[in-house]
């Protein structure tokens, strides 16, 4: 059998002294999964970190999968064999993941200026249609 030796970290740390943590097996140079975080390469290859999602990338990814969820309790539901507590569970996990769909979105909206606007012109707007066809002030 042909084993790679287990070898410390190469990095030195801030006090200017060697790393003493264990290397990632596979790493090259060999550095620890502390110091390895910083050295990954992005998917295409290049060196640096992975690019950030932005908020709507995670709004979108966090929406399809509640999606996911709402249709899976749906179905364990029409089934009728799922246990009580399982579909606790399941719609506590639901909650918890609409609460923080609703977190993002409050979020984009006090990122991405300007959306509170457009909402804002098309409530006047229909307002103003309501109020001519009943013939009060809105």
């Known amino acids: 059998m042909d084993h790679a030796p287990s070898r410390k970290c190469s990095h030195t740390t801030a006090s200017g002294m060697p790393c003493r943590a264990w290397a990632v097996r596979g790493s090259d140079p060999p550095l620890c999964s502390a110091h390895a975080a910083g ?19 995670v709004i979108a990814d ?3 999968k509640q999606q996911s969820l709402s249709r899976y309790i749906d179905e364990c ?12 569970r399941l719609l506590a996990l639901h909650s918890q993941n609409a ?40």
């Open 99 to 138: 609460a923080r769909l609703g977190r993002l979105l409050r979020d984009k909206q006090a990122l991405m200026p300007g959306t509170d606007d457009a909402r804002k012109a098309i409530v006047y707007e229909a307002l103003d249609e309501l109020a001519k066809e009943w013939g009060i002030e809105l």
């Open 62 to 64: 966090l929406a399809a």
């Open 39 to 57: 050295a990954r390469t992005a998917p295409d290859g290049d060196a640096g970190p992975s690019a950030t999602p932005n908020i709507l990338d």
């Open 77 to 88: 539901l029409a089934a009728g064999d799922t246990a009580v507590p399982d579909v606790t």
